[in-house]
């Protein structure tokens, strides 16, 4: 057992009165009730079900989202099978809540501390475990794997600064890593980057990227129906998921767009809702109108402003075209399937790390187009709000694109079920 892992047992054991209070204080300001902020100490909100329990643990929304998809194909073909989803953050639980597939369960993940483990894992018992992207806390995987249960890495991603501080690590990754029965990269050059940081080589193959992937964006009929009425029949494009700075570009787009398309629409929806008034104010510097969601008010004016979660999938049922944020500068883009399965046609700018096979795939197909900047996105949206031909092309190319993508997922929960020895209709 390396040292590090022992000292940080031991300093799990110290910090855990101060972390355990800090964590739940956090949830409790969230609005989360204190029966569900227990479950940071390992206090299940929730009685075990019956039967085969299979685990999935993940960090944040975009992980817990993004296994959604997964567990419904797993849920198919195992259908006496109950799922439990972990995560850690207060948003992750309400979107998620709204959307578990059948016989899932969400919790609040335990602290990696013996006390609170102990609890969760008498608790639920998993028959399998499976672990999101880079979601390695190390007592949870050990204590975890003590227990006999399967487990897998899933959507496995690590940094460059992570590849090497396990690079000086062996013993400890191989430690840690070792407790996989199956290990699923997001692509080939990650499962070669595992292959230099002591993880078991005979258990690391290349998979998808599972954000990719993520079950279509719930829809709501009653607001889209009551937008549609309120634009009256006026064109619009949408830009979600922006970071600051990125709202400039997208505003004098805008600007640019309004003076040839007069009753052009922008829904704009930045990624961190709680800039509302921040975005909002940046609206009005550059003289546009706008309404906002959190208002009540409905798209009427030049800019709508959608300050709200959870909602993405409504307003992407109002356009073809959806710019997608976070890629005009380098944070690395953000999910363009969510897009495509909504039947809109991608633009995003051109950092786009995180989903890069995604784009290339989807660029390759006609179903995304990267722009460089404020210009060019400009030009693109206006040539695409004029030519209809393009447009359509575009959003069958989205669609089909979406579509193409089940037969990979089915995939991937087969060979899941395989390695982790679950137990299908016949043996249930």
Known sequence: MP????????????ILPVAGRRSMAKLRRAEVTPERAREKLGHASQPRPGGQLIWFHAASVGESLSVLALIDRMGRALPQAHFLITSGTATSARLVGSRLPPRTRHQFAPLDAPGPLKRFLDHWRPDAA???????WPQMLRRTHARGTAMALINARLSQRSIESWQKRPALAGFLFGVFDLILTQNDAMARAMATINA??????????LKSMAGPLPQDEGTIAEAREALEGRPVWIASSTHPGEEKAVLEAHRQLLERIPELCLILAPRHPERGD???????????THGRRTRGDMPREQVYLADTLGELGTWYALSDIVFLGGSLHPIGG??????AQAGAMVLSGTHV?????TYAEMEAEGAARLVAGTQDLADRVGALL????ARASGVAAAKAYAAGQTDKLDSIAERLITALR???????
């Open 3 to 14: 040292f590090l892992y022992r000292a940080w047992v031991a300093a799990s054991r110290m």
């Open 130 to 136: 499976l672990f999101v992207e880079s979601e390695l």
């Open 200 to 209: 078991p080589a005979d258990r690391v193959t290349p998979g998808i990227n």
């Open 278 to 288: 921040e975005v909002a104010g940046l609206i009005a510097s550059y003289g546009l």
């Open 334 to 339: 953000h999910n363009p399937y969510e897009v």
């Open 353 to 357: 790390a995180n989903f890069a096979e």
């Open 386 to 389: 004029r030519n209809d031909v």
């Open 422 to 428: 679950l137990r299908g209709d016949s043996d249930a």
